[in-house]
Structure formats: C-alpha cells, structure tokens
C-alpha cells in the first residue's frame, strides 16, 4: 500500500520566519514524483513545488524548497520569509511514472503565518 | 475562466437523491479524476479516466459511478447519496507525462442530510 504521512496536524509560525512541513512516505516503487500542494481557504489546490525521485539535488521554488531524503522516504517543505498569504493547508503527495499517474495525498498541514 | 470548472460548488441533498456532480476543462488535458477531501483524511482518489472509453475505479469507487461524455467533461454521480458521502469533491485533470501538476478544480461541497 501506498502511504504518506504528515504527523503535524497544525503549525503556526511568525510572519517573516521560517518555517518546515515534515512529510514520509512508503512506496515499493523505484520511479515517483513528489508534490506539495497549498489549499488556501478558497479551497483551490495550488503546486507549491515538485520533486523527480531520480533527482537528488533538492527542488527550490522561491521562498519554498525541500529536503528529499529518498533513502529515508522524506520530504519536507520549508518556507521561509513566511507572509500571510502562506495561511492555507499543506497537502505532501506523491504519483508513479506508471498506471493510474494519481496522486496518493497525505492528511495534510494547516499552517498559519501570524503577523 | 477557470481552466477547470466544477458545477455546482456547493449542495445540499437529501438522503436517497440521485446527484451529479459535473466536471469540464478547457485545458486539452486526456486524464481525468475525481477526488474525495474528507476532514484528516487528505484527498482519495473515487475514480479515474484516460479517455472517453477508458474509465477506472478509484480507492473508494462504491457508491459512485461517472462518465466521461466528451475528452472535456468527466462527472460523477451519487445514485442514492447517504450521509457519509458528505464531502468536498474534487475533479483534477492532467497530461499524460507523468511529472507534471495535476490541475484541480474549485471543489463542490456536498452535504447529504
């Protein structure tokens, strides 16, 4: 089964700092891709940033970047110079190059930047 | 525009209703899908579709059936909705290569009562 887990139900953090979303997951598979998506209150799902497996250097999108540890089967998000508009939920998520191309999501982050 | 619209956004139904939930993109994207968003439970994926002739079962496809009706339009139905159904439903649509962003909808709140 494919899992991913996002053990911190909650997170705040002062505006202008940074902050760090922690994310596993467990596959048996080789070839996947990596994603974080933000779900503001408007509901709306935003890609924050993408990770290829094969890839050890580390994704950085602006502000965002993370720390792939493929061994270890983790992948964190940090934030940093947090603003107000980074309040949202944080879902990690991941799909294989194969079969159904979905995405297994974790249970999510509900991060909120205090100002 | 939105690249991909979802109709409507918010319902309210009753138990035992038959209801559609209605899924279009303007995005020329072949891959479709339907998620469920539950409270702590992150999105799971209902069902999904390659083309209009392919159509698979998801994690959690009971109770749920859908229909592609054209490469644009993918929608879900509830033939008899019941409480637990009550969600946020989401459609997605993707490109075939298999690193690139899905692109959500806005979601369609259901609630069943």
């Known amino acids: 089964a494919q899992t991913v887990t996002q053990s911190q139900p909650e997170m705040s953090v002062q505006e202008a700092e940074t902050v760090t979303l922690s994310c596993t997951y467990d596959?048996?598979?080789?070839?996947?891709?990596l994603f974080w998506y933000k779900q503001p209150p408007s509901r709306q799902m935003i890609l924050v940033i993408r990770?290829?497996?094969?890839?050890?250097q580390n994704a950085t999108e602006n502000r965002f970047s993370v720390n792939f540890q493929k061994a270890a089967k983790s992948f964190s998000l940090k934030i940093s110079d947090s603003q107000l508009g980074d309040t949202a939920m944080y879902f990690c998520?991941?799909?294989?190059?194969?079969?159904?191309?979905?995405?297994?999501f974790g249970t999510g982050t509900r991060l909120t930047v205090i100002p | 525009d939105a690249d991909v619209t979802q109709t409507p956004r918010n319902r309210i139904t009753k138990t035992g209703k038959r209801i559609m939930l209605e899924c279009s993109q303007t995005?020329?994207?072949?891959?479709m899908y339907w998620y469920r968003q539950d409270p702590g439970l992150g999105l799971q994926l209902i069902y999904y579709?390659?083309?209009?002739?392919?159509?698979n079962k998801g994690e959690i496809s009971d109770g749920y059936s859908v229909s592609r009706q054209a490469q644009a339009k993918f929608s879900l139905s509830l033939e008899s909705a019941i409480p637990n159904q009550t969600a946020l439903y989401f459609c997605?649509?993707?490109?075939?290569?298999?690193?690139?962003?899905?692109?959500f909808g806005q979601g369609t709140r259901l609630t069943v009562v």
């Open positions: 990770q290829e497996a094969y890839k050890q």
């Open positions: 579709s390659f083309d209009v002739k392919d159509i």
């Open positions: 596959t048996s598979e080789n070839n996947y891709y």
């Open positions: 998520a991941f799909t294989f190059r194969t079969g159904a191309n979905n995405l297994f």
């Open positions: 995005k020329g994207h072949d891959r």
């Open positions: 997605a649509t993707k490109v075939r290569v298999t690193n690139t962003e899905a692109f």
